[in-house]
């Protein structure tokens, strides 16, 4: 590997953000020490999957992995909103799964076409037959853009359509970073001579870092600002507030009062686009009091209207799911989701499964953060059950929501099922930091790269 855990913290500089970053979720135990036996397959080749076989590869003395993952490279996620807003080159998000998977591993370079629990085994695209005793399903989720109609893939990149989330994991493209930084430019090209409408959506249903929607709305209006510019924001989205947590919903609604026009429209989704047009199409589902004359009170009845927008330029995010094998599996709960113990992260029906990641269908914990510290609780749980013992760490719920408020500023969002749960405790999670922009910027991609995908913490 390229680094030791010392050599690392030596990059990092151990400056006090990153040390508390560090030491702030459980390491695995450096020696192989786990006489286990069994069979372990992994599936899926994200930050979830690396994280979880690194640490099972060397908790276990003799460890019998099977990985099924299609991709050689490897995306640095969170580089992304970097790399759209000019921050972060479009290289430098590239890294490569042959740096961690050893070389004792079976790594089966294909994506599974079907599970099949009750035989203890999958089945690729190719149609090989996978057979295990163990399985961690770490396949991430998908960006699902045909839940919207009139837009495909193809049509990101063109007519003023831009979105932060697209890739192709399997290709080890990120597309949809680069066109962003593009679509930055021509927005404010085109505000220079004409104040441009800019729509940004974010659905209702759970999404990968679900923050990614505003850091690009800020991020966007902060770049026009700096120039002396200016557009017409409008913010619909599926939820009924800007964040669940009131403190951070309170601080962001301050940030908006920060630049020119930003007018959010809460319960809204996007149900379809017309691409030449320029114009979108939202559902408003909402509650209405209607009185009835015949118990002579009032009633709430549920009311949704269509709502059409003509833009400028849009900022698309769609709605997401587990891919496809998962969700034509019984492995799902009825959301649609990898059905796992939102403690255990043990599934509630086959307990010889597990899941990591955005895939679980958890309360909380589609970020990389979460996913780190899911691996040692997922780790401990899996090998207890290899002795034939009960699961018994817990996973606290904890998730980050880095929102970027601005060039410099970030809104480091911290907390679990209980409520915020700040790393650095006596710093208020709701308001804006450069310490937190830095971090994010130049320390998490080391820790990242030489700490969390090899397991170290």
Known sequence: MSLSRRDALKVIGLSPVAAAVLFSSKPTDMNASEDVNGKILIVGGGSGAIMALSRLHRAIKNPDITIIAPNEIHIYQPGQVFVAAGEMDYDDIFLS????????????????????????????????????????????????????????????????????????????????????????????????????????????????????????????????????????????????????????????????????????????????????????????????????????????????????????????VPPMSPPEAVLKSDLINGMGWLDVDQYSLQHKKYNNIFGIGDVCGIPMGKTGGSARHHGPILTDNLISVMKGKAPKEKFDGYTVCPLKTQYGKIIMAEFNYEGPKPTIPFLDIEKPRWMWWAFDLYMLKPMYKHLMLPGYF
């Open 97 to 316: 799964n042959n740096d961690y998977i050893p070389k004792d591993v079976e790594w089966i370079k294909d994506e599974v076409a079907a599970f099949n629990p009750k035989n203890n085994s999958v089945t690729t695209r190719a149609g090989k037959e996978v057979k295990y005793d163990y399985m961690v399903v770490a396949t991430g989720i998908v960006n699902r853009f045909d839940k919207i109609e009139g837009l495909t893939k193809e049509d990101i990149g063109t007519n003023g359509i831009s979105c932060v989330y697209l890739n192709d994991l399997e290709k080890g493209t990120a597309r949809g970073a680069s066109e962003m930084w593009n679509w930055f430019n021509d927005l404010k090209e085109v505000a220079k001579t004409k104040r441009p409408t800019v729509v940004y959506t974010q659905p209702d249903s759970p999404i990968k870092c679900g923050g990614a929607p505003q850091k690009m709305l800020y991020l966007s209006a902060d770049y026009l600002k700096e120039a002396g510019i200016g557009a017409n924001y409008q913010f619909y989205t599926g939820l009924k507030t800007l964040f669940h947590l009131p403190k951070v919903a309170e601080s962001l609604t301050e940030v908006q009062h920060r630049y020119d026009t930003i007018e959010t429209k809460f319960s809204h989704f996007l149900q379809s686009i017309d691409v030449k047009a320029k114009t979108a199409t939202f559902v408003h589902a909402y509650e209405k009091e209607v009185y009835d004359e015949d118990f002579d009170e009032y009633t709430k009845e549920s009311v949704s209207e269509e709502v059409k927008v003509t833009y400028d330029f849009i900022h698309v």
